[in-house]
């Protein structure tokens, strides 16, 4: 708790009055109270409007909220009945004043409303009203009202005290009344109002429910209590006011416990910056008015009077603040201290001067505080403290944030230290559970994912100090994802549940277990062994108990569930001794454990690594290849029975300074993973429409078709069809030599989008083939929607069609197909003349494939052709 001195009254002055006046309404915090009534048995009919949390109807029709609680629990003591009647704010006024209803919660005392109802001694509640708004335009103070559109509920306070506040400071508002705060609220969000009037409890938990502000424009601080409309109900006020009385001491009361229960969810953060600014400012105007006052003092006597009025009203302002307030002399003795710092202590204001906080707080408390107050008076210092104070008396622990400054004489000497402590204990609570948030998975309660990498960074270092080696492994649970889609979201999270209970409990004291995501786990291992083969036969241990353990039978309710783990591990002499290093091993152990079969486990070795930077390097030197054009295409012919060439078919080929001669099955999935496929298939059509465009020329070669391979990724790129149809104008070649190769598994996806590309293009007169037709999934149904010109039939057909009865059938299958569909069928990796004689005796008309004639550069073919067809 923080340590509190009492200013001097006689210090107080009218400038002090001017700052103190506007602070306070920036300051006032909640402060419930609580109470405990008994009363004989009666029917109590009760009004209920919606203002939660501190008033709503309960899903059984009873007062819920704070106050419609506390009646509860009175009425229960007391026997009494309650009668709810719902009824929105003005309607419960207007039963209320009718006799309709006997009592009313949530009624802020006004000296108009006390000509018309009855109020009982000791407030319910203290409360405060604020304004809320959308954060788009800065509402920082009252004159940010300026034309302005505030909703306020109708015949409410707010709208009142609102009101002669703005008209005070001559603003032009535009108000917009509503029946319900919830109106209100709802008025901002759809840009009705600018801002919402509305008292802090529900503001607060509205604001943060729908991503609204809280202004730091604070106004009317109001009691509120339980109110009846006439004097039969004199002795049901009385009885409340006894259980307030009773209960206001009890901390562990049931008030408080209502209080608390309803109270936590409006605070979202650690006290808001613009309240520490206030808090500060208020110590700085609290300076500026005693140092004032004291100068004044001693300047004009004939003033005497006057300073007495203005320390009347000072106490009343500073006894009104929801705030620490108090001065300390030099030996740190309370001077000062207003109503709020007394009733924490437990003294009276008389009591407390003289005493220091040794009186009153624990010893290393009072340390801590002597610490503190020293570096004001001592040393002049203005200081803004976190204080954790723990009470003598009651062993009570309280968090403040105390703000402290020295009192100069006119002299510039310190002469007195001023604090103002505001209690944030349920801030660092909050604080706490934030906290908790941000480094540990909601789900299963394990360290997420930055914790996990934090916690890595520690491990590494620790096992580089101690030599003790340690290991990182990746988890993943077999299956997960269909069992989480056919059994259900709230199962598949039970799942994970336990899943993750069984990996804490086979861990050490020094072991991390958390949760990447999804179905994801990874556990640190450290301190294993400072002998390598010991540690991994440690690791290797672990996991093996691990997969058992996880292999074991779930019971999810009624429902009995098995399930499998796969495991990657790496050890941290593995690889680099980072981070990245460690989860790049461990996830390349882990995905050649899934190639491997559902629970297992495999270590990382540095032949994965190989892979990935031989990958890495062939990618890198294919953008430079591309770049630089040092790709080259080769030509296949197409033949006919009579082996007439008809056509090419383009093959991409690559030789590399340091690779050496790339084979296109290496380098061509590397490019589509890439993303290189794109401008690698660009490049090969402005090849072939040039070499299409130099055959034109030549009688020879002017009659061939040139067939090129496109890529399904290459195809579904939105520039595909204008890139083609520009290399054709650019060339000035006939479009009907151009045929496009596309594959099987080119049309399962998006079949409406291929059909239209492909219309477009053979509108233009371009050719398609269905390449390696037979080994994909094409439907027979969409097969007569395309238009194709040629079916290729795979070579895995051709390779045993002399010798294999079903290779023959499907062969035979694809040329009656390609009959009934009027498409012409060519035959791929014709290698023997045994093999092209069975296929001209089954119908197959044009050939391809090493028997003809091996892929070789353009300039071969122009040579060789010429010599055989010219």
Known sequence: MPNYKHCRSNQANRAFLCFGSYFVALLLLLAPISAIAQSDPQLLRVGV??????????????????????????????????????????????LLDSGQIDIMPDVAYSESRNQRFNFHKTPALLSWSQLYHHGRTPLVSLLDLKDKRIAVLSSSIQQEYLHNMVQSFDLSVNWYPVDTMAEGFSAVLDGRADAVAADHFYGNVQAYKQGLYASPIMFQPAKIYYATADFRHGGTLQIIDDYLNHWQGDHNSVYHQIIRKWSLPEQTALLPGWVQWSVFALAIALVIALSLNLLLRRQIDEKTRYLKASEKRLNTILNSVEAFIYIKGNDLTYQYANRKTCELLGVTAEELVGKSDRDFFDEQTAQMIERNDRLVVDEGKRLSEEEINVLAKT???????????????????????????????????????????????????????????????HALASGERTGFEGAVLMIDLDGFKVFNDTVGHEQGDRLLQKVSQRISSSLRS?????????????????????????????????????????????????????????????????????????????????????????????????????????????ESALREALESDQLELHLQPQVTQQGKVIGMEALLRWHDADLGQMSPGEFIPIAESSGLIIPLGEWVLQRACSLLSEWQQLPHMKDLTLAVNISPKQFRHPKFVPHILHCIRQANILPEKLELEVTESMLIDDMAGTISRMNQLRERGIRFALD??????????????????????????????????????????????????????????????????KLKALGVNHFQGYYFGYPQPADHWLQELENTQS
């Open 510 to 618: 020094t072991d991390t277990a958390g949760r990447l995501g999804a179905d994801d786990f990874m556990v640190i291992l450290e301190d294993l062994s400072p002998d390598y083969e010991q540690a991994i036969i440690d690791a290797r241990d672990f996991a093996m108990n691990l997969l058992r353990d996880l292999a074991q039978p779930y019971q999810l309710d009624t429902l009995t569930h098995v399930t499998s783990a796969t495991i990657g591990i790496t050890m941290f002499s593995d690889t680099k001794t980072n981070v990245e290093g460690l989860l790049k091993s461990a996830d390349l152990a882990l995905a050649d454990a899934k190639a491997s079969g559902r629970g297992t486990m495999r270590f990382f070795n540095p032949r994965m690594q190989q892979r990935i930077s031989r990958r890495i390097h062939i």
């Open 49 to 94: 409007y919606h203002n939660p949390p501190k008033l709503l109807l309960s899903d059984e029709g009873q007062p819920g909220g704070i106050l419609g609680e506390l009646l509860q629990h009175i009425a229960e003591q007391e026997n009494w009945r309650l009668e709810v009647t719902p009824c929105t704010w003005d309607q419960c006024l207007e």
């Open 395 to 457: 062993g009570e622990k309280r968090v403040f944030l105390s703000v402290k400054i020295p009192l100069r004489d006119g002299n510039n000497n310190n002469y007195a230290l001023c604090g103002i402590s505001t209690d944030i204990t349920e801030h660092q609570q909050i604080q706490d559970e934030l906290h908790h948030l941000a480094f540990y998975d909601s789900l299963t309660g394990l360290a997420n994912r930055r914790q996990l990498l934090e916690h890595m960074k």
């Open 772 to 837: 390696d037709f037979g080994t994909g999934y094409a439907s027979l149904s969409h097969l007569k929607l395309l238009p194709l010109y040629q079916l290729k039939i795979d070579q895995s057909f051709v390779k045993e069609i002399t010798t294999e009865k079903n290779d023959e059938a499907i062969v035979q299958t694809i040329i009656a197909l390609g009959g009934s569909l009027g498409l012409e069928v060519l035959a791929e990796g014709v290698e023997t003349e045994a093999q092209m004689e």
